[in-house]
């Protein structure tokens, strides 16, 4: 649970940033691939990263004007990026002007329990990274390289001329 608006802040930009690094390594013909044929396509994981923001932070009364929690841009590339570039900086300025830390612990009704809204913003980071990871699978099934995010990933390390540590 976060406990101070500017610990969020400070890791909700690094791993906004990340993400962006990830969807901008995306093609629109990855999009469709999936693991299994009753798997998510990769696209589908890239959109709901996105509308999951939207989605959990109108919970805590954040409203995104433009948001469609029922909207598809699963197959539309240049939206997932474009909206998360939005709807986290809009987040990102909510949270930091109009939020106070006092604000962080207070309860607030979610997915049918009571969360201190500074575990909703804990909840929305591990929910962006979860799935991020999900993707790096998608990703290199796609033939796509995976950018590195908390070090050098495996494609980084060939263009290093290295081998990646075991």
């Known amino acids: 649970m976060y406990r101070k608006v500017e ?42 990263i996105v509308a ?9 009364g954040i409203e995104f004007a433009d948001f469609d929690e029922h909207a598809d841009k699963s197959h539309d590339l240049q939206s997932i990026i474009s909206d998360l570039e939005r709807f986290g900086q809009k987040l990102e300025q909510v949270i930091q ?16 329990e009571s969360w201190p809204k500074g575990g909703l913003l804990k909840a929305v980071l591990a929910h962006t990274i ?3 990871g999900q993707m790096t ?8 390289k995976v950018p590195g995010v908390y070090g050098p990933s495996r494609e980084e390390w060939a263009d290093f001329g290295q081998e990646s540590p075991k």
Request: charged share 20%; glycine share 8%; net charge negative.
């Open 7 to 48: 610990d969020f802040i400070t890791d909700w930009s690094y791993e906004k940033e990340a993400t962006l690094k990830m969807f901008n390594n995306l093609t629109p013909e990855s999009l469709s691939v999936k693991v299994t044929n009753e798997g998510r396509e990769l696209g589908f994981i890239a959109w709901h």
């Open 130 to 132: 979860h799935h991020r």
């Open 137 to 144: 699978i998608l990703m290199r099934q796609a033939g796509l």
């Open 52 to 60: 999951s923001i939207g989605e959990m932070m109108q919970l805590a």
């Open 97 to 112: 002007t109009g939020w106070t830390d006092a604000d962080l612990v207070q309860m607030i009704p979610v997915y049918g």
